[in-house]
T-cell receptor
């Protein structure tokens, strides 16, 4: 299993541009999450999904959109990029919310700079 | 909303010294998880605690969940250079929101 994969690894955007961060997992996990991590800080939840077709906002959803058309894929869309969105973005997945299976598996991250 | 706070933010130790990081939640938790992130890497799951007062050990790492299920700690005995990284706790509120709230992490550096 590849686990959780993210593309691209790095990206530089100009202010006002848009892009989609891709996330795919091959573990048949129901739950998927998008986090952002600012330098020296913890992880803040942007959006999450409990299954295909179901998404919900996390702590910092403004400026982002998501979709979950399949179990495997959970892309994150940035519209009108702003310098405040410069961050490292991590996608994660977990099997369930039960005690056994709730641990989250993280992808390698996408380092995004908006200038 | 639910907040999870970790102290200290940074800790520098000599190799062989012990290390402890503490995690406190503003709400009662149904469970707490600990993750480790190496510099430049991604968070990796270490352990989950579910029961009040639970203590779990992984080699030199000891994890505790408070009796009130609002705090937790991670203790590393005799640190090694491989322990370098940032340790995060993440809590799931008992009110249930199907998502973890992460602490800001404790960054551990070690002088060999």
């Amino acid at each position: 299993n590849a686990g959780v994969t993210q593309t691209p690894k790095f990206r530089i955007l100009k202010i006002g541009q848009s892009m989609t961060l891709q996330c795919t997992q091959d573990m048949n996990h129901n739950y998927m999450y998008w986090y952002r991590q600012d330098p020296g800080m913890g992880l803040k939840l942007i959006y999450y999904s409990v299954g295909a077709g179901i998404t919900d906002k996390g702590e910092v959803p403004n400026g982002y959109n998501v979709s979950r058309s399949t179990t495997e894929d959970f892309p994150l869309r940035l519209e009108l990029a702003a310098p405040s969105q410069t961050s490292v973005y991590f996608c994660a997945s977990s099997l369930s919310r039960m005690a056994a299976g709730y641990e989250q598996y993280f992808g390698p991250g996408t380092r995004l700079t908006v200038t | 909303g639910q907040q999870v706070m970790q102290i200290p933010q940074y800790q520098h130790v000599q190799e062989g010294e012990d290390f402890t990081t503490y995690c406190n939640s503003s709400t009662t938790l149904s469970n707490i998880q600990w993750y480790k992130q190496r510099p430049g890497g991604h968070p990796v799951f270490l352990i989950q605690l579910v029961k009040s007062g639970e203590v779990k050990k992984q080699k030199r790492l000891t994890f505790q969940f408070g009796e009130a299920k609002k705090n937790s700690s991670l203790h590393i005995t005799a640190t090694q250079t491989t322990d370098v990284g940032t340790y995060f706790c993440a809590g799931d509120s008992i009110q249930g929101a199907q998502k973890l709230v992460f602490g800001q992490g404790t960054r551990l550096t070690i002088n060999p």
